[in-house]
């Protein structure tokens, strides 16, 4: 038997009694070493505690190969209808949108809620789902709507009408009473109310031109619209109650162990164009830990799921899954703070940046597997994109003749990181790279808590740090947060420069494409000419499924579930 053999006897007895499900016998077992294959193996042996034997697992290599399981067929294909299985990251906390705390929430409630425009999966191509027309004026500030008619929310909550848009976008920005304190209230920043026309009309008027309304805030979860009634009446319950107007009605959430969602009988059809929603049920199941997902997948308990960077090649050569890859629109890098007085001269910030050695840094925190960046923004932004940004390789010449140049250059910095992915990999990297050019690089690991707490003193004090945000498909949703007023908030770097808040700014009220395309390009070459970074990668995701599946994804890598169908 395995290690931990006794523990593991004791696991298949509770199996084969049914004192635990299958679900907690996977986790479980990955928290002892088990492999994949061993697990599908005694799953199979004991007929899966009462259920059917779990599918057999992918063709196992290194360690896995010496479990002697036997040899199987592949995964069958999954039937129309039937229940899809698929991975969060981590569980759900809030499925409302105003307070939606992580990509788990919304990815879990992309199948419920419905806009009156969204993406087409796997595009950015804008098209029309509640709305039956959308009208932009001319001048950007009024989008005229008139809703598809019929179309039921889930749980009794009778029809959708414009009052319902009016509530769900005022709400968000924090013009609703009672008053709601949204965390993205900036994506509704520059309303000023929804005008209701009729039952079936409205237009939505801004106080100013706001050029990311039809790329962050429409399109995704800042413009999906919930039921006024639902909300008064369900009041903080709503939270972990939600209701919409989606293919998809959510039927239970059960903590740490699985968000279920089932197809609305009553469906209006919003979405029936573009999602093809053949499911009878969906079932989000949240696992933290890859190793237990990679066997959660291999054993049948899930059909798809995000995958650790070193497991890529293992399921690449299995024949019977395949793998996704999406290129985020998130961004990783060093940053210096300019303010510290060890970093204020721009020769010893040229000199790190010529030091240090990116493509091993993405080597050895990222597996080789994540896309090097250039600069804030990558190509898969739709609009925004420096395709000319310099790479700066390792260069010790010009690193040691920058440090010759400056005038009292540091001999000691300090490296702050937070316990993320690569984080530890890239300081252990940069602290051998500037060794080399005279630099001692002190490691100094936070937990996440002290790390994104934000407190002045602690941000002020930083000297290297290892940084990673998220995005959405606008420019703004990256730039914003390097800004002078972002000074002892997000702005890390300590970076002020008027002329680059002035860029952004003319972007955000700028709806001509070509003309915003250049006005961030120009914003991006400011910041290198500052030298207070060193782009790392723009974080690349993996995922496998069975064969027989065909993902629906967002171009930038968020699940979308109804956009599932069989291969």
Not at 462 to 471: C, D, F, P, T
Not at 472 to 479: G, I, R
């Given at each position: 038997?395995?290690?931990?053999?006794?523990?593991?006897?004791?696991?298949?007895?509770?199996?084969?009694?049914?004192?635990i499900d299958r679900r907690q016998f996977v986790m479980r077992a990955a928290a002892l070493g088990l492999s994949g294959s061993a697990v599908s193996a005694l799953l199979a042996a004991c007929?899966?505690?009462?259920?059917?034997?779990?599918?057999?697992?992918?063709?196992?290599?290194?360690?896995?190969?010496?479990?002697?399981?036997?040899?199987?067929?592949?995964?069958?294909?999954?039937?129309?209808?039937?229940?899809?299985?698929?991975?969060?990251?981590?569980?759900?906390?809030?499925?409302?949108?105003?307070?939606?705390?992580a990509s788990a929430d919304e990815n879990s409630m992309y199948s419920v809620y419905e806009g009156l425009i969204t993406y087409k999966p796997g595009t950015w191509e804008i098209v029309n789902q509640l709305a039956e027309t959308f009208e932009p004026s001319a001048d950007g500030l009024q989008f005229h709507f008139t809703l598809k008619q019929g179309i039921p929310f889930h749980g009794?909550?009778?029809?959708?009408?414009?009052?319902?848009?009016?509530?769900?976008?005022?709400?968000?920005?924090?013009?609703?009473?009672?008053?709601?304190?949204?965390?993205?209230?900036?994506?509704?920043?520059?309303?000023?109310?929804?005008?209701?026309?009729?039952?079936?009309?409205?237009?939505?008027?801004l106080k100013e031109v706001f050029a990311p309304i039809m790329a962050t805030t429409l399109p995704v979860f800042s413009g999906w619209v919930v039921s006024k009634k639902a909300v008064e009446d369900r009041g903080k319950k709503y939270a972990t109650n939600p209701i919409g107007t989606g293919p998809y009605e959510f039927v239970e959430w059960k903590p740490k162990q699985h968000v279920k969602?089932?197809?609305?009988?009553?469906?209006?059809?919003?979405?029936?164009?573009?999602?093809?929603?053949?499911?009878?049920?969906?079932?989000?199941?949240?696992?933290?830990?890859?190793?237990?997902?990679?066997?959660?997948?291999?054993?049948?308990?899930?059909?798809?799921?995000?995958?650790?960077?070193?497991?890529?090649?293992?399921?690449?050569?299995?024949?019977?899954?395949?793998?996704?890859?999406?290129?985020?629109?998130?961004?990783?890098?060093?940053?210096?703070?300019?303010?510290?007085?060890?970093?204020?001269d721009v020769n010893v910030r040229q000199a790190i940046r010529y030091a240090i050695d990116v493509p091993s840094i993405i080597e050895a925190a990222f597996e080789g597997r994540w896309?090097?960046?250039?600069?804030?923004?990558?190509?898969?932004?739709?609009?925004?994109?420096?395709?000319?940004?310099?790479?700066?390789?390792?260069?010790?010449?010009?690193a040691k003749g920058f440090l010759a140049k400056a005038a009292n250059p540091p001999t000691e910095l300090e490296f702050r990181h937070a316990p993320e992915t690569g984080a530890k990999e890239t300081a252990e990297i940069v602290q051998a790279n500037l060794a080399d050019i005279g630099i001692k690089v002190t490691?100094?690991?936070?937990?996440?808590?002290?790390?994104?707490?934000?407190?002045?003193?602690?941000?002020?004090?930083?000297?290297?740090?290892?940084?990673?945000?998220?995005?959405?498909?606008?420019?703004?949703?990256?730039?914003?947060?390097?800004?002078?007023?972002?000074?002892?908030v997000w702005n890390w770097m300590y970076w002020c420069n008027d002329e680059f808040d002035r860029l952004n700014k003319e972007a955000l009220k700028t709806t001509d494409q070509a003309k915003?395309?250049?006005?961030?390009?120009?914003?991006?070459?400011?910041?290198?000419?500052?030298?207070?970074?060193?782009?790392?990668?723009?974080?690349?995701?993996?995922?496998?499924?069975?064969?027989?599946?065909?993902?629906?994804?967002?171009l930038d890598g968020r699940i979308l579930p109804s956009a599932f169908t069989t291969a």
């Open positions: 038997m395995a290690p931990h053999g006794d523990r593991v006897e004791t696991l298949v007895d509770e199996l084969r009694a049914s004192r007929g899966g505690g009462g259920q059917e034997a779990a599918p057999p697992p992918p063709a196992a290599t290194g360690a896995a190969a010496s479990t002697g399981a036997a040899a199987a067929p592949p995964p069958e294909a999954a039937p129309q209808g039937g229940t899809l299985r698929i991975r969060l990251l981590n569980d759900v906390i809030n499925l409302d949108p105003p307070f939606f705390p009794g909550y009778g029809e959708l009408t414009a009052d319902d848009v009016k509530f769900s976008f005022e709400r968000t920005a924090g013009l609703s009473k009672p008053k709601i304190d949204s965390p993205y209230k900036g994506d509704w920043v520059a309303l000023q109310e929804v005008k209701v026309a009729g039952k079936y009309e409205g237009t939505i008027v969602l089932k197809k609305f009988a009553d469906y209006g059809g919003a979405s029936s164009d573009f999602i093809p929603a053949q499911w009878d049920e969906i079932v989000l199941v949240p696992i933290d830990e890859d190793n237990a997902a990679d066997i959660a997948l291999e054993s049948g308990e899930i059909d798809f799921a995000q995958i650790s960077l070193p497991s890529i090649d293992r399921w690449q050569k299995n024949g019977d899954y395949t793998v996704q890859k999406r290129t985020t629109l998130d961004y990783n890098w060093v940053g210096m703070n300019i303010e510290n007085p060890k970093l204020k896309e090097r960046a250039s600069a804030i923004l990558p190509p898969g932004m739709p609009i925004g994109y420096w395709k000319d940004a310099p790479i700066y390789e390792r260069n010790l010449d010009k490691i100094k690991q936070l937990d996440s808590s002290a790390y994104y707490a934000l407190e002045k003193k602690e941000l002020r004090s930083r000297e290297l740090m290892y940084v990673g945000y998220i995005s959405s498909p606008d420019p703004w949703w990256s730039m914003e947060w390097f800004t002078c007023e972002q000074i002892d915003r395309n250049d006005l961030y390009i120009q914003a991006q070459k400011l910041w290198d000419e500052a030298v207070h970074t060193v782009w790392l990668a723009w974080p690349t995701y993996y995922f496998a499924g069975k064969k027989s599946l065909q993902p629906g994804l967002r």
